[in-house]
């Protein structure tokens, strides 16, 4: 654990490194989407939403990794905690500051396509858990979704193929620049992360904030930082797909990639979590609303769901001991 004065630093080195590095991901996404004359949605769906879920699966694998090797007691409470914490702060914290910042334009895809999706496997978490499919039976469970994972990233590319246009001429060196802008905007995001999580804890334990406290806010807000600086940065420079696309693709690798994984090690005793899972599937298709009036998430409804995630850490922290 970092000393005080390190976790200060820490502090300001994560700020700057997620500011820099969502501003370098954002201009590489959207040079990248014209140049291969797809939708910026669909790459922030799948590129960019892998790139910012890479704190998530740090944690979450890392935590069930740990606890499969009798490292520590509670990764399965850890991996869990994590994925729904991060996914509603997606959801409620990312969009609404997004908003705020300047109101978001939906596409009416989004609704009929992207969002429809999100909730289709937030569901399937739900029964998932329900049935034991990823406690008792956990291999199982894990199998079926990393299959479908793989089943959604096909899908998302058949769609890049099929929205394909055409597009002025680029110069050759052009897409190698912005794969690259990609890849260096992605680890800057999540090396600011990184710095933030560890700094964040630090300082939360010197003030003598519980563990519990910790895993389930500042963790779960932490892992969710690149998905948040990200999508503002979006919101900032006009580009809506990217700022919705980067959540909804986030939440869905988070469901399927990382808790699938996580699965592959422990039992992950969803039940245990059944309160925080149904807020979050109430919380997603509150989302349809949300982003189909007047196809826009305007100001106003940004600051609905700020104050629902008041509501939501208020209960963590006072009305639920989920773990």
């Known amino acids: ?23 370098i991901l954002v201009d590489g996404t959207t040079h990248t989407a014209a140049h291969l004359g797809v939708s910026s949605l669909i790459i922030s769906v799948v590129i960019v939403a892998f790139g910012t879920s890479a704190p998530e699966f740090a944690i979450s694998v890392g935590a069930s990794i740990q606890e499969y090797a009798g490292l520590v007691d509670q990764g399965a409470a850890i991996s869990v905690g994590n994925i729904i914490g991060s996914c509603i702060a997606n959801l409620l914290l990312v969009i609404g500051i997004s908003a705020l910042i300047r109101p978001i334009s939906v596409q009416k895809g989004i609704v009929k396509r992207e969002l429809p999706i999100v909730i289709l ?43 394909r246009v055409k597009t002025e001429k680029f110069e050759e060196g052009d897409l190698l620049k912005n794969g690259i802008m990609i890849i260096l905007g992605i680890a800057g995001v999540v090396l600011g992360a990184w710095f933030l999580i560890e700094s964040a804890i630090t300082i939360a334990d010197f003030f003598g904030i519980p563990a519990l406290i910790i895993s389930l806010s500042m963790v779960a807000i932490g ?14 420079k ?76 208020g209960y963590t922290f006072f009305g639920s001991l989920v773990f």
Not at 278 to 290: A, C, F, G, H, R
């Open 1 to 23: 654990m970092l000393s005080l004065p390190l976790a200060f630093i820490a502090f300001i080195a994560g700020i700057i490194f997620l500011y820099k590095g969502s501003d």
């Open 121 to 163: 496997f937030t569901a399937l978490l739900l029964v998932f858990g329900v049935v034991g499919l990823l406690d008792q039976f956990h291999l199982f469970g894990a199998l079926l979704f990393l299959v479908s994972f793989c089943v959604f990233i096909w899908y998302f590319i058949k769609c890049a193929k099929k929205e």
């Open 223 to 236: 892992t969710s930082l690149p998905e948040l600086v990200v999508s503002a940065m979006a919101s900032y």
């Open 238 to 313: 006009n580009e809506s797909d990217i700022a919705i696309g980067n959540v909804l693709g986030s939440n869905v690798f988070n469901i399927l990639l990382i808790l699938g994984a996580s699965a592959l090690f422990i039992p992950l005793h969803i039940a245990d979590a059944l309160d925080h899972l149904l807020i979050l599937i109430i919380v997603t298709i509150i989302m349809v609303p949300i982003l189909l009036t007047n196809a826009t998430v305007s100001r106003g409804k940004g600051v609905i769901l700020l104050l629902l995630y008041v509501g939501y850490l």
